[in-house]
């Protein structure tokens, strides 16, 4: 079942900001972006996304609702007074998928401590969306009884604060990065191999995403595949790992038990959330699903498979 009543809590910590976005094919001012945001809205449809993150007196009434709306709780969003929130600015490839930095300004975000209300402490979920690695150990440090914690990482941490990152590594259950990623941390271009180094590192299950060809789960005995969900229109891929992520937390959230089948399913989801991510800009297509469209690709991508 894709909606929830009685939706678990997932503690989400990362960042929420506005990106402005150029590609080959249009443009995007100022909308609203960010990894905790992706994350959240993907998760929303499955279980109760509790943000932990910060923004500025610029973060208006209109991107509160939308969140609101998605019944993602903000009691833990910080608000700097006279403060601006995270502005990143892009420019994507002819090919959609690389891209360059135009402009990075932190802004509030800078000065991001978190502190854990009492209540966001005790989450059994947990997604450490991709920031800093020694920010990502801060929250670990606070949070109480943990069922299942997941992190997401990025090229610049694996390069500039690699000990922060190996050390947050050892607590965590689920790793996400690329394939990429996955070769800078370990050295290992082979995935197989590379995931095993990994696994060696902490964490129980490592999720190797290769964009439009899908990605891979790999525990100590389990070696699970999804396809990516092939795309008529890619409008723009900002968020689709965070959306990967926060769709593949809430699923299994919703789930409450670790093995094969709920794993596979958690692929699938966040799959299909993430391929949302990528048919507009901002969360504009992510944020207006329904149990039927998410349940109708999650069936389609169960039909692809020919094995
Ligand atoms: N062109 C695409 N078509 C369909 N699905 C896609 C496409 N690009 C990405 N995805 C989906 O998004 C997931 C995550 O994307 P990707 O592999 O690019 O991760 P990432 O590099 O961590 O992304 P991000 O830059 O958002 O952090 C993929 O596993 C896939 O399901
Ligand atoms: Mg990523």
């Not at 995007?28 to 993150?53: C, D, H, M, N, Q």
């Not at 135009?102 to 991709?130: H, I, M, Q, S």
């Not at 606070?142 to 990482?153: F, K």
Request: aromatic share 8%.
């Amino acid at each position: 079942m894709t909606a929830q009543t009685q939706r678990p809590d997932l503690l989400i910590v990362g960042s929420v900001a506005f990106d402005t976005i150029e590609t080959p094919f249009g443009n995007a001012e100022k909308a609203l972006g960010g990894s905790a945001t992706f994350a959240a809205i993907a998760a929303s449809y499955f279980a109760l996304p509790r943000i932990v993150a910060v923004v500025g007196e610029d973060f208006g009434a209109g991107s509160r609702h939308l969140f609101e709306e998605r019944g993602v709780d903000l009691s833990g969003l910080q608000t700097i007074p006279g403060g601006k929130t995270f502005h990143w600015k892009g420019r994507y490839h002819q090919n959609m998928k690389d891209r360059d930095t135009l402009e990075t300004r932190l802004n509030v975000f800078a000065g991001f401590d978190p502190e854990l209300a009492v209540d966001l402490k005790k989450a059994p979920y947990v997604f450490l969306g991709n920031i800093g690695p020694s920010l990502q150990a801060k929250v670990l440090d606070q949070v109480e009884d943990a069922r299942l914690i997941g992190l997401d990482t990025m090229n610049l941490w694996i390069s500039e604060a690699a000990k922060d990152l190996e050390q947050v590594l050892r607590r965590v259950d689920v790793l996400f990065l690329n394939d990429e990623e996955a070769f800078q941390l370990t050295g290992e271009p082979l995935v197989l191999n590379a995931s095993r180094k990994i696994l060696a590192m902490g964490p129980k299950f490592v999720v190797i995403k290769r964009g439009e060809y899908g990605a891979l789960l790999f525990g100590e005995t389990l070696c699970l595949f999804v396809p990516a969900v092939p795309l008529g229109n890619v409008v723009d891929p900002t968020g689709a790992g965070d959306a990967f992520a926060g769709g593949f937390m809430g699923s299994m959230a919703a789930a409450g038990a670790v093995n094969r089948s709920t794993l596979s399913r958690a692929l699938r989801v966040g799959t299909t959330m993430a391929s949302f991510a990528c048919e507009s800009f901002s969360v504009n297509a992510l944020s207006r699903l329904d149990p039927e469209k998410i349940d109708g690709r999650i069936a389609f991508l169960e039909s692809m498979s020919a094995v």
